[in-house]
């Protein structure tokens, strides 16, 4: 058996006892979604990440994510056939393997445990993230035949000032009373503020939850790892101010775990030797990659990825338009997509505050918004931070894009050099 085989066979990072009830929580959340789906007094949306799912809840519509259900495709090594399926529909092999996996999903009726998902009444989107949704989106609404709203989000590139910032302000809210017209239009629900406030107050509920958990992982030793964090997003994403509150009540349990785990200095890694900061989006299909972390003593603490969905989105002094205003800025500048320069500064606060060793950088090849400025970003923390940076090239839904053997020699090199500066 090879070394790297060794290190595969090993430990494990632990995972906490909450994290496991998740399971029941998706498998309910599905479940509810396949029989609105069918009643025909009910609604049903596709929404794409950083749309802001708390304003479907508003409104009672159920928020179908095709990006989450490629996850579960991925994790379930059914990825790849859908892909493949939707390459020989002729989408290229280096366009967004999310979308083609939802292509595939679709097409071939799968399951939700595979990635599939119903159809739904509408479809919002955003490319405050990136282009791909638009036109993701935009193919699917016209192949399926569903109304579609697009939410037309500014850059806020380097150089950008305030001035800028409250033009692009004005131009998000106003779009907010057209999403408005839209949920009229095809779901007949008109906008009622009482229930906005509420639900909006319900999200932050949950928001704030998410940001204690990453208060916790700032102990040495962690308690919480992206073992965890990469699955317990889940709410985050899709229980957005949903009424029966199960996420708040999930977080909440959390909480009170990690909380404990650090009281009494109880790591997810025996004895933790490396902190590590992890940038993109995980392997979906190789998730052990971040439990095999445990036999090199080393943890990933900090993830800007899971971080940003706990955008904080909050009403001020009971006025609507004042409430916009701040949850727009949330739509044009949060960490998934900060300019360079900001990246910059962000990663140099969070690898002080979270006490990291070295950091991961995940050059996905089929998103460009996550790997963009990826090299000026390594070279920044190796010569500026003098942190370890260890780039790996692969893709977060396609394992064709994954080699296992030189995966695990450049991690070995990589806590090699983590150890030499220790
Ligand atoms: S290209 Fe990246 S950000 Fe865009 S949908 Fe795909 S994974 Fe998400």
């Not at 939802?102 to 990635?115: E, M, S, T, V, W």
């Not at 699917?140 to 950008?160: E, M, T």
């Not at 439990?291 to 001020?316: C, D, M, W």
Request: with cysteine; proline share 4%.
């Amino acid at each position: 058996m090879s070394s790297a085989e060794q290190h595969t066979q090993k430990k494990l990072v632990k995972t906490l006892k909450t994290s496991s009830k998740l399971k029941k929580i998706m498998a309910w959340y599905f479940i509810k979604g396949k029989i609105y789906s069918k009643l025909p007094w009910k609604k049903v949306a596709w929404s794409v990440s950083g749309f802001p799912t708390e304003f479907l809840w508003t409104y009672d519509v159920y928020p179908f994510l095709p990006e989450n259900c490629a996850t579960i495709a991925a994790a379930r090594h059914k990825s790849q056939e859908l892909i493949e399926y939707a390459e020989a529909c002729g989408y290229s092999r280096d366009l967004c393997s999310y979308m083609k996996t939802n292509i595939g999903a679709y097409d071939k009726k799968l399951p939700a445990q595979f990635g599939g998902l119903e159809k739904p009444d509408i479809m919002v989107c955003t490319n405050t993230i990136c282009d791909t949704h638009v036109k993701w989106f935009q193919i699917q609404s016209r192949k399926l035949n569903v109304p579609l709203f697009q939410w037309d989000i500014p850059a806020y590139v380097s150089g950008s000032d305030e001035k800028v910032m409250n033009r692009y302000i004005d131009y998000v809210q106003d779009q907010f009373w057209e999403f408005t017209d839209f949920m009229y239009d095809h779901t007949g629900k008109k906008f009622n503020q009482k229930k906005f406030i509420k639900t909006i107050n319900k999200a932050d509920e949950l928001a704030v939850l998410w940001h204690e958990l990453f208060e916790y992982r700032k102990k040495i030793p962690a308690p919480l790892g992206y073992a965890d964090t990469l699955g317990d997003v889940f709410p985050m994403f899709a229980l957005v101010g949903e009424r029966s509150g199960r996420g708040v009540n999930f977080y909440q349990e959390l909480v009170n775990e990690v909380k404990e785990a650090a009281k009494v200095g109880k790591g997810v890694v025996d004895e933790e030797k490396y902190r590590l900061l992890f940038e993109g989006i995980p392997f979906w299909y190789k998730i052990k990659f971040f439990h095999q972390l445990a036999n090199f003593g080393a943890v990933v603490t900090y993830e800007p990825y899971t971080y940003s969905f706990g955008a904080r989105r909050k009403i001020i002094d009971n006025d609507i338009e004042k409430s916009l205003r701040e949850m727009a800025k949330t739509l044009i500048h949060t960490p998934y997509f900060y300019n360079l320069e900001t990246r910059m500064e962000y990663f140099k606060k969070t690898i002080e505050e979270y006490k990291i060793d070295g950091v991961i950088l995940h050059n996905n090849l089929s998103c460009r918004p996550s790997t963009t400025g990826m090299a000026d970003l390594k070279n920044y923390i190796q010569e500026e931070l003098g942190k370890p940076v260890l780039l790996l090239t692969c893709d977060m839904n396609d394992p064709r894009a994954f080699s296992e053997a030189p995966m695990q020699t450049r991690l070995e090199s990589f806590i090699e050099l983590l150890e030499a500066q220790k």
